[in-house]
């Protein structure tokens, strides 16, 4: 199941994150790939809406892109996959009701921008509707640091302004040693160092495939595999 924000209480704010969850029925959740298209790019920031596509009001962090064929905007309640998307042509808004994607891993459906402080290479976990410790509900969004060469886990807690002004605040949270990270760093530098050995080119091509394999979207470490896997290759005897 998509992952969804949970309930929590920052340290260092006193915010009470309370994101609904659940979500509608109509079009799969994949098709938002294809009604945002991959030339649409964010227009301002994250702000509180209220819709009633799914036939009542309700609170959902809003995000609007446009591209040169029109405007979209996203709909989050909770998780990854937005509630639903709106098309706007100049025939009207158009409005599609997405449906939860079964998977075991939270996919990216439709990316939203990472804020200044959270680096680009956090995962975003999802996006809802949260309460400040006013009580107000505020846009929230939540992503994990899990990524090559960084030294801890780190989750990020974001909230937004509700006019569309940008984040509020950040509570960010180390949650342990990114002990993958140390791996992959590890098996890259031996495959490294092996790699000018012609007599180990299949443990360099190992160790260097390793790295890759925990990190794939990692350019050094893809490049690198893919480079030593070729040399490994054109090495290799002709059968």
């Given amino acids: 199941m998509i992952a969804c924000l949970q309930t929590a209480r920052t340290t260092c704010c006193g915010l009470l994150l309370a994101a609904a969850l659940g979500f509608a029925a109509n079009a799969h959740a994949a098709e938002c790939l294809d009604l945002i298209p991959v030339t649409a790019l964010p227009e301002g920031e994250m702000w509180l809406c209220v819709s009633g596509h799914n036939g009542r009001l309700e ?3 809003c995000q609007d892109y446009v591209d040169a064929r029109g405007r979209y905007r996203l709909f989050f309640q909770g998780g990854v996959v937005p ?3 709106a098309i ?13 994607y ?3 891993a939270p996919q990216q459906i439709c990316k939203i921008a990472t804020p200044a402080g959270v680096p680009e290479e956090a995962l975003h976990l999802g996006t809802g509707v949260c309460r400040d410790d006013c009580g107000k509900p505020v846009p929230c969004s939540v992503f994990r640091l899990e ?7 780190v989750h990020y807690t974001v909230l937004y302004d ?6 509020m605040s950040m509570d960010t949270r180390e949650l342990g040693t990114n002990d993958k990270a140390m791996i992959a760093e590890l098996s890259f530098q031996f495959g490294l160092n092996l790699s000018h050995a012609n007599c180990c080119m299949d443990q360099a091509l190992a160790y260097l495939s390793h790295a890759y394999k925990l990190f794939p979207d990692d350019a050094q470490y893809r490049e690198s595999y893919l480079q030593m896997q070729n040399r490994f290759n054109a090495t290799a005897p002709r059968k």
């Fill in 162 to 167: 509700s006019q569309g002004y940008g984040p």
């Fill in 147 to 153: 990524a090559a060469r960084y030294p801890a886990i």
């Fill in 88 to 100: 706007f042509r100049h025939d009207g808004p158009r409005v599609f009701q997405l449906t939860e």
């Fill in 102 to 104: 079964d998977s075991a």
């Fill in 59 to 61: 609170r959902f962090s």
């Fill in 83 to 85: 509630k639903a998307v």
